[in-house]
């Protein structure tokens, strides 16, 4: 069983950064992708950025030039470091862990962009 444990969600002004981290805990797992989804009020959950078991990532055309995905790969902890943030981009953000077998969600993190 896998957990995810996500954390740096928060409020910011227009133009700011945040960075998010999801550290998967747990033991007996094998990865083929990690990522970051979010929901905005009334809208459906979207992908933001992913990035796979050989590092190969992927970004919403919306988050591209401003989002960064990386990974610690001994610490199997995925981040988000999103610059230039806009009031659009808030939402609950959610960590999304693909396996073989499965795939699970974070708890989710609110990052709101306001003045």
């Known amino acids: 069983q896998v957990q995810l444990v996500e954390s740096g ?3 910011v ?3 700011g950064s945040l960075r998010l981290s999801c550290a998967a805990l747990g033991s ?3 990865i083929n992708a990690m990522g970051w989804y979010r929901q905005a009020p009334g ?3 979207e992908l933001v950025a992913s990035i796979t ?3 190969r990532t992927n970004y919403a055309d ?3 030039g401003r989002f960064t995905i990386s990974r610690d790969n001994a610490k199997i902890t995925v981040y988000l470091q ?4 806009k009031p659009e981009d ?3 953000y959610y960590c999304n862990l693909k396996t073989p077998l499965y795939t699970d969600w974070g708890q989710g993190t609110q990052v709101t962009v306001s003045s």
């Open 9 to 11: 969600g928060g409020l």
């Open 13 to 15: 002004q227009p133009g």
């Open 28 to 30: 007996g797992f094998s």
């Open 43 to 45: 809208k459906q959950r």
């Open 53 to 55: 078991r050989g590092g």
């Open 62 to 64: 919306s988050v591209k």
């Open 82 to 85: 999103m610059n230039s943030l």
């Open 90 to 92: 808030t939402a609950v």
